[in-house]
């Protein structure tokens, strides 16, 4: 079966320290992957993907994440955290048999404090 | 560009009552989506659609469930009747076939549904 799994409902980190939000995954074949961010009382939004190529991948407001293929991980990362970051960060996956169909994770609640 | 639109923002109803929300993606996408996210838990789809076509509701609970997207535009989901456990937010997403295919859902605020 498919899955995701973000080990993590909490993440604390001080601003301005850097901040990873893991995320592993168990899905066949070379999966999509992504990160979206949801916002108190807002729908998600989309901060990332990895396709194929470099393992590193940059994305809106400063996130990154990187690919892991041999652990299966893709983790989000961020150099300086924001208290403005603090948020519901969800780590999804496409499977490349039906690229239209997406699993996410249950969410790791970011808490930034100043 | 105007989002993905859906109403109502919040829906309270007794158990057994009927409900509906509606979703007016983003125009030109013809790819729309129904998800149900629970308390602490991820979105899980409820219902995809191409143009008018419902490609994979293999989630939708049929026997309460309903979902229409007449024209390929406007989608509506319903529930008749609802149970104390359809508490949840209702998302709808949207996204162009090429953008569905790598990963750039344009979700909606949500509905949110409590049922008393």
């Known amino acids: 079966a498919q899955s995701v799994a973000q080990p993590e409902d909490q993440v604390n980190v001080a601003e301005g320290n850097p901040l990873t939000v893991k995320c592993t995954y168990s899905?066949?074949?070379?999966?999509?992957l992504f990160w979206y961010v949801q916002y108190p009382n807002r729908g998600l939004q989309f901060l990332l993907k990895?396709?194929?190529?470099?393992?590193l991948v940059k994305g809106s407001y400063g996130f990154e994440a990187e690919f892991n293929k041999s652990q299966t991980s893709f983790h989000l990362k961020k150099p300086s955290a924001l208290v403005s970051d603090s948020a519901l960060y969800f780590c999804?996956?496409?499977?490349?048999?039906?690229?239209?169909?997406?699993?996410f994770g249950s969410g790791t609640k970011l808490n930034v404090k100043p | 560009e105007a989002g993905v639109v859906q109403s109502p923002r919040y829906k309270i109803i007794e158990k057994k009552q009927p409900v509906a929300f509606w979703c007016n993606p983003i125009?030109?996408?013809?790819?729309l989506y129904w998800y149900r996210q629970n308390l602490g838990q991820g979105p899980e789809l409820l219902i995809r659609?191409?143009?008018?076509?419902?490609?994979?509701d293999s989630q939708l609970p049929k026997d309460r469930f309903s979902a229409e997207r007449l024209k390929g535009v406007d989608s509506t989901l319903k529930i008749q009747p609802a149970e104390l456990g359809d508490s949840a937010v209702y998302l709808c997403?949207?996204?162009?076939?090429?953008?569905?295919?790598?990963?750039?859902?344009?979700f909606g605020e949500g509905s949110r549904l409590t049922v008393l």
């Open positions: 997403a949207s996204s162009t076939p090429d953008r569905g295919g790598t990963g750039e859902l344009f």
């Open positions: 899905v066949s074949g070379n999966p999509y």
């Open positions: 990895y396709i194929t190529g470099d393992n």
């Open positions: 999804a996956v496409s499977p490349t048999y039906n690229f239209n169909k997406f699993y």
């Open positions: 125009s030109g996408h013809n790819t």
């Open positions: 659609y191409e143009n008018e076509e419902a490609v994979d």
